[in-house]
């Protein structure tokens, strides 16, 4: 068994919203998959996501494009309602991954990285919790359990416009003349929604928590 990420993720106030999270959900999935083709997402009981990331180091990027693409959707000043609300708890899982049956599908797969993601997600609605990391590896789930949150409080502060900047910067590398283009903006504009989201300040950490992963495991 290979060592892998698997993010899974549970929409928020689902039956509620007015947005088609199905469809923005899909639409992430092929912006990812345009880079990665062999990440995999499936949605389960409607509003519960599972995804497959190849490369364990590349699992918390990831979460961050899939949170960003979901809030670009989140509209409303103050307290968001949540019909206008697109948003999920995300808990990520690192470990081995074994396939059972050829036809490649995450419902016939198993292993330490499905059992680390599901059963803290099923853990997180009840502590109020975003985003969650396990590894499996007592000392870096410690580490991890000391970030997340302050991953969540910047995150979960993304307003739409941030996030509609933030997303492309992830997922293509995209310059802020660029983003300011895209959403007809000033450069200037864009590189502020970029700074206000704290994002540099994210792949920082990003970058210790890949090499971090990747010592320890040997990956």
């Known amino acids: 068994m290979i060592t892998r990420a698997v993010i899974t993720g549970d929409i928020i106030a689902s039956t509620k919203t007015d947005l088609n999270y199905k469809e923005v959900i899909e639409d992430i999935a092929a912006d990812i998959q345009k880079h990665d083709p ?83 997600l099923d853990k997180m609605k009840a502590e109020g919790a975003f985003i969650k990391i396990t590894t499996g590896h007592e000392g870096m789930d410690l580490e991890f359990a000391a970030v997340a949150p302050l991953l969540e409080a910047i995150t979960q502060r993304w307003s739409s416009n941030q996030a509609e900047a933030i997303y492309p910067y992830l ?44 010592w320890k495991l040997k990956i």
Not at 60 to 84: N, Q
């Open 38 to 120: 062999s990440f995999r997402m499936e949605l389960y009981r409607g509003d519960t996501i599972q995804m497959l990331v190849n490369k364990a180091a590349d699992g918390l990027f990831i979460l961050l494009v899939v949170k960003a693409g979901l809030r670009r959707y989140s509209r409303g000043k103050g307290s968001i309602s949540v019909k206008t609300l697109l948003d999920a708890r995300l808990s990520l899982g690192i470990g081995s991954v074994k396939e059972e049956s050829s036809d490649g599908a995450l419902a016939s797969m198993n292993g330490d990285a499905f059992i680390n993601s599901g059963r803290t």
């Open 171 to 214: 997922l293509n590398s995209a310059t802020q003349a660029q983003i300011g283009h895209t959403l007809n903006i000033s450069q200037r504009g864009a590189g502020k929604r970029l700074e206000t989201g704290n994002i540099d300040n994210i792949l920082r950490y990003n970058d210790y928590f890949k090499k971090r992963l990747t």
